[in-house]
Every structure is written in C-alpha cells, then in structure tokens.
C-alpha cells in the first residue's frame, strides 16, 4: 500500500463516519506524514500548504486532524478507547483500517446476493422502461422509468399497487391527483 491509497482509505472512513470528507489541506498533511515528511517539507511539497506557517500547519490542522480520526477510528472500533492517532502511528493506523475494510468485504460477499428486481429493464404498454426501483410501501412499488417514444426519453413515476383493496385504490387515485 502506497501513501496515496492509504490518504484514500482514511479519507473514506471519515466520510462514512462524519459524512463529509478531509479536506485538501488535511490529505496533504496525511499523504505528507506517510511519505516521511517533515511539515517543512509538507509546505514545500504541497501547493495548499505553501500559504500557511509550519506551527500552523502542526499545531493547529495537524492537531484537529489526528485528533478528527482518532474519534473515526474509535467509532469504527479499530482503536482501543485509550490509543490516539498521531504521526508515528499513522501508518499502522491506516493498515488496521485497510485490513478491516477487506474483512467487512469478505463478510458482505460471503452473505448470499440479492437477487435482482425481475421488473427492472421490462417495458409496460410497450412505451415505458422501467430504470429503477424507488422505494416499497406497504401499499405499492415505485419505479422510474423512461417514455421510449419521446426522443428525448423523460422520465417519469410508475407504481405498482400491492393490494386492489378500495382504500389502497383511493389512495392511489388522490395521490395521482396531487402529482
């Protein structure tokens, strides 16, 4: 594993984790720190760190930074509670996280696969491809899909009604009304 694939995987467990991911000023200090830079050389290497000042860069982003994956990598469960992630141990930090992610991968292909919705790629009325499987209710299936003998092929809702009871039936109609 090179420094720029282990600054991906960190980068994609924090974006799981927190929902956005490091910035470039962030994966330049880790991508950096892997590399064996100094932060002198991280500011001379990197274009976005060449505007701030080395206490800034270690004193100050560094800092929130390990301080930012060491909560990833407790949450994750890859650190105890009492470890914290700092430069010296970056390294091994990001290989615990690269053999973990390979284990969850194992984990999901040895799960049986889903099989796929037998609606998806059939055509209704001989005009409407069905794309995409939306969302299930209890009530129905909606579906995208595309009008074939419009050129620039729009798309629009279909729904499938799981019971042709007179409630689902209203439904149905008061919702078609409000589309």
Sequence with gaps: MNAELATNILDN??????????NRLQ???IQ?????????????????????QICYLARYVAYHLWKLLTEVLK?????????????????ESAMRVAQQSVQSESVQKSQPPVPPDPRLDRKLRMRYRITEHLVSTEFSDTYLAEDEDVPDRPLCAVKRLKSQSIETTKLFEREARVL
């Design 27 to 29: 994966r330049a200090i």
């Design 32 to 52: 950096g720190v892997l590399d064996g830079l100094t932060y002198q050389e991280i500011k001379n290497n990197y274009a976005i760190a060449r505007n701030y």
């Design 13 to 22: 467990l924090v974006q799981e984790k927190r929902g956005e991911p490091l």
């Design 75 to 91: 949450d994750a469960g890859i650190i105890d509670p009492d470890e914290r992630v700092r430069n010296k141990n970056l390294w």
